[in-house]
């Protein structure tokens, strides 16, 4: 019996060993796929890294303490780190957040048995800003408390939570201007996501403010690069530009809305003639 159980011991080592082969040879072709932006084969050789990772001992949530559970856990970290990534590039949001997920166990239970990955803070900082483009604000500050103080200094974290004081402060302007100095070009999908985002709150709030403004007052105040963004923002959002101006709302618009007004107008200047009259005879 001592025999047959030594002998089913070498086979797990001889099996962990093949698999641990197999998908370090995978994941080098995954990365590959990924850098050449080869979406299909990207796709299918995670999919078959994912099945390969269930096969290894040392990974949750059996966590045996097998002979290369070092080797394997820091493989599976691997994985799940350029998987992150590979569905961001693709906005694959759903897969996006399982990743993260299944990453975070690594980072916070492995630490005794791996060093630090040098992912890890850019990969925890694009998590906040990944809640932050969902408007989760509440687990942003949740997933925040476990990250310790050193941590958030940072580049890619503190980018994250900078973003967030200047979105609550409504200081939009800054958060566009944030946009164009990425901690890292991972950053960029995600942060164009908020920049469009904030362009359209101050869009709305200039369309209640204004009549109209100036294009270079345009251009700067919802941060575009040219006079050529401008009028295309302007067309995609229905706004008109005449002599140098950009009109929140067309001529036909504004004509038949002092129309509608008119009666309200005439009804308002009889309400106040009547007041007059009454105030009169008192």
């Not at 060993?17 to 050789?45: M, P, R, W």
């Not at 005449?242 to 067309?250: A, E």
Request: proline share 4%; glycine share 2%; net charge negative.
């Amino acid at each position: 019996q001592q025999f047959s159980l030594r002998k089913a011991h070498i086979y797990d080592a001889m099996a962990a060993a093949a698999v641990i082969k197999v998908a370090t040879k995978d994941l080098s072709d995954f990365k590959n796929a990924y850098t050449k932006n080869d979406v299909k084969k990207a796709e299918g050789l995670l999919d078959k890294l994912k099945l390969l990772l269930i096969q290894l001992p040392a990974l949750p949530p059996m966590s045996e303490k097998t002979p290369t559970a070092q080797q394997e856990l820091s493989l599976a970290r691997d994985v799940y780190e350029h998987a992150v990534l590979f569905c961001l590039r693709t906005k694959d949001e759903a897969t996006m957040e399982r990743c993260f997920t299944q990453l975070k166990s690594f980072y916070a239970d492995t630490r005794a048995v791996l060093p630090a990955s040098p992912q890890e803070n850019t990969l925890l900082g694009l998590d906040l800003l990944r809640l932050l483009v969902q408007n989760r604000i509440a687990e942003f500050h949740t997933e925040l408390e476990l990250i310790p103080p050193e941590a958030q200094s940072h580049p890619g974290i503190h980018y994250a939570i900078q973003l967030e004081q200047w979105l609550m402060e409504g200081a939009y302007n800054k958060v566009l201007e944030a946009s164009k100095k990425l901690p890292s070009d991972a950053h960029a999908l995600l942060v164009a996501q908020i920049a469009s985002t904030v362009r359209e709150e101050i869009a709305s709030c200039s369309e209640k403010a204004y009549e109209k403004l100036q294009l270079a007052d345009a251009q700067r105040l919802m941060m575009l690069s040219s006079e050529k963004e401008v009028r295309a923002y302007a067309e995609e959002r229905g706004w008109y530009i005449n002599g140098g101006y950009l009109h929140f709302s067309h001529p036909d618009t504004i004509a038949a809305a002092n129309l509608k007004d008119e009666p309200s107008l005439k009804l308002i200047s009889n309400a106040l003639m009547y007041a007059k009259e009454l105030e009169r005879i008192v």
